[in-house]
């Protein structure tokens, strides 16, 4: 970090590394024939799972899936919009959540296991891993652009047919499908607008 | 980044950046004297903003608590542990949803302003608000770290009460509620252990 860059952002990463992970990443629609590595995709893992949730649940199930056969079973289950982007990407990651998270509860919470109990109903069990699921899609996002991919995150799937051809017997929830690799032609729409701080942020 | 890192770790973002935000990052519960500065909190927010979310939606609303009367308010609404860790930290975030987040929608994407039909429902708008709004928590707190602060993000809060005192009439929903700040004595406990890849991540 240079000192000019230290005056005029309060930044504790680099400007390069901000704009890689936020200021410039931008969801991509199409990929190039670039491949992504196996070490790149295990990485993204080894950095997200750091990520904090509720009582270190980490409900995230991620099922990445390969061209050929899979694939096949993936994309007629994507949105008609999806799937020429499902179709050419070189990987493809479905994130789904745990629905029974609670069953790794003593390995992740060792020093109070008994707290499970907090979620024996059903309704809040589901709640609490649904949501902090949708928090670690957060870490995954910003783990693919860590390791240098390029991430198109998609809600436009049926849910129930991604489940059934991926998730039968698991108890895991597809919510969210990511295109994950290389930008191809025309990968990007112009940026679209954030709300402005007046918005989103008010001090009290 | 040097050239044994990258051919050890398949990183975009140089090992500092990736143990600041992900690796070395923690949870602290107990914060130094070390104040914040309202730069240091605005950035946070320029960052994260670019997060994608379903749409361009950006249902999350971030209320910043000062202390003071505000934090009077705030602390008697966290559940009992998590009150003194409220009371010391320099800044406070409370996270919710904006439920009218449609009432945006032309702005957020203004190319396809109709779309927003698809969420006349209020089940669905309700739906997507939230679960776009706790990924772009996600975001939030790597927005955190970057800036050079540590977050201490809570769910053990009343969240009626804190949207009493501090959504009313606005129709956010308050989920989450995360201190800011440096990190004091005895600011973490020893990491808890994170899933293994066999658990949480398969590949077919």
Same sequence: chains 1, 2.
Avoid: C
């Avoid at 998609?154 to 930008?183: K, L, Q």
Wanted: no cysteine; net charge negative.
């Amino acid at each position: 970090m240079t000192v000019e860059t230290t005056m005029t952002r309060p930044l504790a990463i680099d400007d390069e590394a901000a704009d890689l992970l936020f200021r410039e990443a931008r969801s991509i629609r199409t990929f190039s024939d670039e491949p992504v590595s196996a070490e790149q995709l295990a990485e993204i893992y080894e950095l997200m799972k750091f990520g904090p949730t509720l009582m270190n649940n980490q409900p995230l199930r991620i099922t990445w899936v390969e061209p050929g056969e899979s694939r096949e079973r993936l994309v007629p289950a994507m949105a008609e919009g999806n799937r020429p982007k499902t179709q050419s990407a070189p990987a493809t990651a479905i994130l789904s959540f745990d629905t029974a998270w609670t069953e790794h509860f003593a390995e992740v919470f060792p020093h109070a296991p008994q707290a499970v109990e907090m979620f024996a109903e059903e309704g809040a069990r589901l709640e609490v891993g649904k949501n902090n699921a949708w928090l670690q899609a957060g870490y995954f996002i910003m783990a693919v652009r860590a390791v240098g991919l390029h991430a198109g995150p998609m809600a436009g799937f049926d849910a129930d047919a991604v489940d059934a051809a991926f998730n039968e017997g698991t108890g895991h929830r597809s919510f969210m499908v990511i295109n994950v690799g290389h930008p191809g032609e025309d990968a990007v729409h112009e940026r679209l607008p954030r709300l402005t701080p007046g918005v989103a942020v008010r001090t009290v």
